[in-house]
């Protein structure tokens, strides 16, 4: 089992930066593939980016030139570097972490960006 719990959101405005941490803890191997996902109000979750162990990175095309995704597996943890954020990146982040062929979710994050 895998326990996920995010911190880092809250209120910024237009133009501003957050990091988003995942830390994740419980009885597992091996954490393969963690990534961050969003949900804003009335739509469907989105993925945002995901990074394997070995460090390679998956970024929707929309926000690969503002967000960054990172990981430090010694910690099993996973960041969101945010930045020139906008009030459409207005969500719930979400993170998510495979291990074992299980997929795992966080409670999420409220990020909010409003003037």
């Known amino acids: 089992q895998v326990q996920l719990v995010e911190s880092g959101g809250g209120l910024v405005q237009p133009g501003g930066s957050l990091r988003l941490s995942c830390a994740a803890s419980?009885?597992?191997?091996?954490?393969?593939?963690m990534g961050w996902y969003r949900q804003a109000p009335g739509k469907e979750r989105e993925l945002v980016a995901t990074?394997?162990?070995?460090?390679?990175?998956n970024y929707a095309d929309s926000l690969k030139d503002r967000f960054t995704i990172s990981r430090d597996n010694t910690k099993n943890t996973v960041y969101l570097q945010m930045n020139s954020l906008k009030p459409e990146d207005t969500a719930v982040y979400y993170c998510?972490?495979?291990?074992?062929?299980?997929?795992?979710w966080g409670q999420g994050t409220q990020v909010t960006v409003t003037v």
């Open positions: 990074i394997t162990r070995g460090g390679s990175t």
């Open positions: 419980g009885s597992f191997f091996r954490i393969n593939v």
């Open positions: 998510n972490a495979e291990s074992r062929q299980r997929y795992y």
